[in-house]
Nanobody, 125 residues
Framework: QVTWVESGGGSVQAGGSLTLSCTASAFTLNRVCVGWFRQAPGKEREGVAAILTRSGWIYYADSVKGRFTISKDNAKNTLYLQMNSLKPEDTAMYYC??????????????????YGQGTQVTVSA
């Protein structure tokens, strides 16, 4: 059982910024793939950003490239998602995750992917 502590969600106007953070054990955050997913009402959960921890390679969904930045602080066992230039379509529940995959640049989940409890991000026009 993975214990996550997520924070940083909230409500902002379009164009604003938020930073999400997620703290877990060192073991969890050193899994091969860690990242962020989001799920909007009525939509499937989608991968937003991921880090392949062995190589350090970083991937983003096309919809957030140039606006979102994922980072990891190993000393604090914390994963971050800096979100700038937010749009109403970014409104969703955001989940940190460990055990994700990246195939042909697409961020996905596996059967054993572990998710945080989620934090709501709401962007108003």
């Amino acid at each position: 059982q993975v214990t996550w502590v997520e924070s940083g969600g909230g409500s902002v106007q379009a164009g604003g910024s938020l930073t999400l953070s997620c703290t877990a054990s060192a073991f969890t955050l050193n899994r091969v793939c860690v990242g962020w997913f989001r799920q909007a009402p009525g939509k499937e959960r989608e991968g937003v950003a991921a880090i392949l921890t062995r190589s350090g390679w970083i991937y983003y969904a096309d919809s957030v490239k140039g606006r979102f930045t994922i980072s990891k602080d190993n000393a604090k066992n914390t994963l971050y998602l800096q979100m700038n230039s937010l749009k109403p379509e970014d409104t969703a529940m955001y989940y940190c995750a460990a055990g994700c995959t990246v195939v042909s640049g697409e961020i996905g989940a596996q059967q054993h992917t572990d998710y945080g409890q989620g934090t709501q991000v709401t962007v108003s026009a």
